[in-house]
């Protein structure tokens, strides 16, 4: 249970407690229901989960009428019921086993990347007696019921204005010890997206020393190349599966959102994004109005939105010591952006992630750049 979520259930407790206090010298008289609905909106969107705000609905008709109208809502799915093989199978999306670029994307098509869609679908699950409204606000269920999409599951709540679904983990399996964290800004189609990776994570003896590349300090510009063995050794063919499946899932979260933005005409801001910090996908007002204005374009029979042709900047260390005592081994850094886009600066990529990786990234982009272009697919 959020923090957010447990304030606000505090005050609620509260207001009760005093209005039942109150009302001891008259019987039948509860306070609570003279507080004006705008003090009641600011709590409710202080609760913002899409469940308890539909156990709200569930209180009285003020509740839900008022309910429709929370500005300030957060979607977390619980479980995700996958149909991808068990790792028995051989089918593990541990980047750390390759078995060949194509072999993985595959498994990256029709396995874990279907997951944020069968997870948004399962969100609520009404039993047949409910009506579209229980749908729509969360009501329970212990009944097997079909799925719901995320338009179902909002089309109730008339004002959005921040929307935050928060997937239950990364589409994108990883061994342990292996960092992978991508961001993407999408409108109608990506606008940009920040990958950073690492082959493993481990402590520095001696934190808090000034950061290093390979044990030399990070003072000015770091010359350093890529070695010779990072393209026979399996981390060149590594870095291409992060990078294609990084953007595959962004695109693939992209579409899913296109009819919520179509939907709800209200939304400044829309985010989804993960329990692991993984991927971050987000898009502001102006993007989610460019988003409605154009059409949307698939890619192929995919469930994922076309993107079109790409320029990328990587930057690679072998060894990143961090002020904070982590150390990224092979970190690499990608920044994409559409290659018809006029090049507008580092400052995006270098401010995509908190700390402690937004340091990282900013040293990673102070190493020799290499540039990449990739075809629209």
């Not at 990078?243 to 709800?264: E, K, Q």
Request: with cysteine; net charge negative; charged share 20%.
């Amino acid at each position: 249970m959020s923090h957010g979520f447990s304030v606000a259930v505090a005050d609620l407790d509260g207001l009760r407690s005093v209005g039942q206090d109150s009302a001891a010298g008259e019987e039948g008289v509860d306070r609570f229901d003279v507080l004006p609905d705008a003090l009641l909106l600011v709590i409710f969107n202080r609760v913002g989960d899409v469940r308890a705000l539909g156990r709200l609905c569930a209180v009285s008709r003020r509740f839900r009428d008022l309910v429709a109208h929370v500005d300030d809502v957060v979607v977390r799915v619980d479980c995700v019921v996958s149909d991808e093989p068990s790792p028995s199978d051989g089918a593990g999306a541990g980047f750390g086993k390759p078995r060949g670029v194509f072999s993985k994307l595959t498994h990256l098509f029709l396995g874990s990347l279907v997951k944020p869609f069968q997870a948004l679908g399962q969100i609520l699950s009404p039993p047949p007696s409910c009506t579209c409204a229980d749908a729509a606000y969360g009501k329970p269920s212990s009944s097997e019921v079909p799925h719901h999409s995320p338009s179902e599951v909002l089309k109730n709540f008339e004002e959005i204005r921040r929307l935050r679904i928060e997937l239950p983990d990364g589409e994108l399996g990883a061994n342990e010890g292996v960092l992978l964290k991508w961001r993407a800004n999408f409108g109608s189609t990506l606008e940009n997206c920040v990958i950073l990776g690492a082959a493993s994570v481990e402590s520095s003896s001696n934190p808090g020393q000034t950061p290093s590349f390979n044990g030399a300090s990070t003072g000015g510009d770091v010359c350093g190349g890529i070695p010779d063995a990072f393209y026979t050794d399996g981390s060149l063919k590594r870095r291409v599966v992060w990078t294609i499946s990084s953007l595959i899932a962004a695109s693939a979260r992209h579409y899913l959102l296109y009819p919520i933005a179509v939907d709800h005409g209200s939304l400044q801001s829309l985010h989804l994004t993960d329990a692991d910090g993984q991927g971050v996908l987000s898009m502001d007002q102006r993007q989610i109005q460019e988003l409605r204005a154009k059409p949307l374009i698939a890619s192929g029979g995919s469930q994922r939105t076309l993107l079109p042709a790409l320029s990328m900047r990587l930057w690679y260390a072998h060894r990143l010591e961090l002020p904070c005592g982590m150390v990224l081994n092979g970190a690499t850094l990608l920044a994409i952006r559409p290659s018809n886009t006029e090049e507008a600066g580092g400052c995006w990529a270098a401010e995509a992630f908190e700390e402690p990786y937004r340091t990282a990234t900013k040293l990673l982009m102070k190493t020799k750049t290499y540039c990449l272009e990739m075809n629209s697919f």
